[in-house]
């Protein structure tokens, strides 16, 4: 797939003339101000490779500059691949799990993003949240700049700077050494973060499902449970990523939630756009992705639903949100449920 660059200082590998062309021509339709040099591109690996610790990536997609901390092996669900399974009635909250549909590994990564970066992407990177388990006061914590890039969205590239990437955990997370392939070596900070907060951080299911060239991937999270007026409560984030794989531009307009909790309870929630916005998907700019959060009464339970898109024309088609899990690492078993999502 093409690089697509969506913001308004689009970037440019310091490469060799051919390959700095290629790029160019991809990009041609998303510049707007000026070039920035960030490197030399390196080429990218096969599926059976994975990146280390280190690596400076640009995004595929959204274009930031980005460093690879730490890889997660996932389950991809994909319903693309599985069209011949039967279609249930909605209504069916058997449908929403989604594990008749085959899963199969691919790598991910944990990645920090360049501060820089961050105010030109569609894409969410206020933080990843999670109830973290430090205290006894279950405090919510963020932390901004992170995402989970798979390995396809990867476009690794080398630079001799020693500092490539703003960001608040870069020197606390990584320290330079020229003498290592990549030239950015985790701290023991790093390993340490990363044992102690694994349950929040975990990235283990992913699902995907097209509709009329729109897909559609969500990532549940599970942030931990809190005590509330004697019962617990549950909370999950999710992250919705949409990309227009097609040429007609579509405006997301309404969005419709399912929820099905392990008590037995079906809610239904619909409203406008998500996260208070109306994404439009172009060519020239095909994606937009977002994090919302859900909360249960109960430690488990699973989610489906669909976007309405506009057309151009002003006709409209449903996009099916692919149906997936919400599993918490805990046995207790309570009632009810509250959804709180876009």
């Not at 932390?143 to 700077?161: F, Q």
Request: aromatic residues 10%; contains cysteine.
């Amino acid at each position: 797939m093409a690089l697509n660059v969506f913001r308004k200082i689009a970037l440019r590998a310091y490469i060799t003339p051919l390959t700095a062309l290629t790029l160019q021509k991809s990009c041609v339709r998303c510049l707007t101000t000026r070039l920035a040099e960030v490197g030399v591109l390196e080429p990218p690996r096969d599926h059976g490779q994975a990146y280390d610790t280190g690596q400076l990536f640009l995004h595929k997609i959204f274009g930031y500059r980005g460093i690879v901390l730490f890889p997660w092996l996932a389950h991809v669900y994909d319903r693309d691949v599985n069209n011949k399974v039967e279609e249930r009635p909605p209504e069916d909250h058997n449908s929403a799990v989604g594990k008749e549909v085959k899963g199969k590994n691919h790598m991910y990564y944990q990645v920090l993003i360049d501060a820089r970066d961050c105010p030109h992407i569609r894409a969410q990177t206020e933080a990843v949240t999670f109830l973290g388990n430090q205290d006894n006061s279950r405090a919510l914590y963020a932390i901004p700049g992170l995402d989970y890039v798979a390995h396809e969205d990867v476009l690794p590239y080398y630079t001799p700077d020693s500092v490539p990437i703003q960001h608040e955990l870069f020197d606390k997370f990584l320290m330079h050494d020229p003498q290592k392939t990549p030239s950015f070596v985790a701290r023991e900070t790093l390993g340490a973060w990363q044992e102690k907060n694994h349950p929040w951080l975990q990235l283990s299911d992913v699902h995907r499902e097209t509709t009329e060239n729109i897909r559609v991937t969500v990532t549940p999270f599970y942030m931990g449970c809190r005590e509330a007026q004697q019962t617990h409560v549950y909370w999950w984030r999710y992250c919705v990523r949409l990309e227009n794989r097609g040429v007609e531009t579509v405006q997301l307009r309404e969005r419709h939630w399912r929820i099905f909790s392990l008590s037995g309870t079906l809610e239904t929630v619909r409203g406008r756009g998500v996260v208070g916005q109306e994404p439009v998907l172009s060519p020239e700019q095909p994606a937009f992705q977002y994090s919302s959060h859900v909360s249960l009464q109960a430690p488990s339970g699973h989610m489906w639903g669909t976007y309405k898109m506009e057309r151009r024309d002003g006709t409209s088609f449903d996009c099916k949100i692919p149906p997936f899990s919400l599993e918490s690492k805990t046995d207790d078993n309570s009632p009810n449920n509250t959804f709180l999502g876009n």
